[in-house]
């Protein structure tokens, strides 16, 4: 086997799965990431644990700290509403575009996806509940085939994760799953204004039950990873 490609695949196990802890809550904003924790966990050389943290870096999950280490990234509150206003102006226009160009089998999609987050409300799994009602607005660029798009609106969902964890009261997310419904059916009837403010609404919605002054607590990574 090439050693090149052992090597990404292992880089990138590393990447993934220290996102999905992330995003799925299970790694809380300051936590350290030791490297030899991660090496010992992954069962690879430190080298590779480096190169994963160092693209972490990159995608802003992560802050880099010299003679320190590595740690999941606390975004400030400044950051936080200027994510939020980022999603707004891309998801907006995103969903302008989406209503010009709609199709039977794109809002087919689209209702399977919301029916898949209702499950997981219902069933109070927060891992699938916080995955499902990210991937929406993911889901609304793939269909667009705009990869590049859904590429940003990963990365800044991604951010918002961290963002909702230090700062979301725990009411936060409950209508959701609602919102993105209505979102649906007035891309379905192609009402091009009604589904631009539903999308706004719902956005700012999320960001309104933000609490800024909340304490942030912070979990061991052995235990994230387990």
Do not use: W
Request: charged content about 25%; proline content about 3%.
């Amino acid at each position: 086997m090439d050693a090149a490609p052992a090597t990404l695949s292992s880089t990138r196990a590393i990447v993934d799965a220290l996102t999905k802890a992330i995003v799925e809550h299970r790694l809380q904003p300051g936590s350290k990431l030791a490297e030899q924790k991660l090496a010992d966990h992954f069962g690879v050389s430190r080298t590779l644990v480096r190169q994963a943290l160092f693209q972490l870096s990159q995608n802003r999950l992560i802050r880099l700290e010299p003679a320190r280490g590595a740690f999941v990234a606390a975004p400030a509150v400044d950051e936080a509403r200027q994510v939020f206003a980022v999603r707004r102006m891309l998801e907006t226009a995103m969903t302008r575009e989406f209503v010009q160009n709609v199709t039977p089998a794109k809002i087919k999609a689209l209702r399977e996806h919301v029916a898949l987050e209702k499950a997981a409300v219902a069933g109070e799994d927060i891992s699938d509940r916080t995955e499902l009602l990210g991937d929406f607005h993911v889901r609304m660029a793939e269909l667009m085939g705009n990869k590049v798009l859904a590429q940003m609106l990963g990365e800044l969902i991604s951010r918002c994760a961290l963002i909702t964890l230090m700062y979301q009261t725990t009411s936060a997310a409950e209508h959701s799953n609602d919102e993105h419904a209505d979102i649906v059916k007035a891309l379905a009837a192609k009402d091009e204004e009604r589904a631009v403010r539903l999308m706004a609404e719902h956005l700012e919605h999320v960001e309104a039950h933000l609490v800024f002054d909340r304490k942030v607590p912070t979990h061991d990574i052995t235990l994230a990873l387990s």
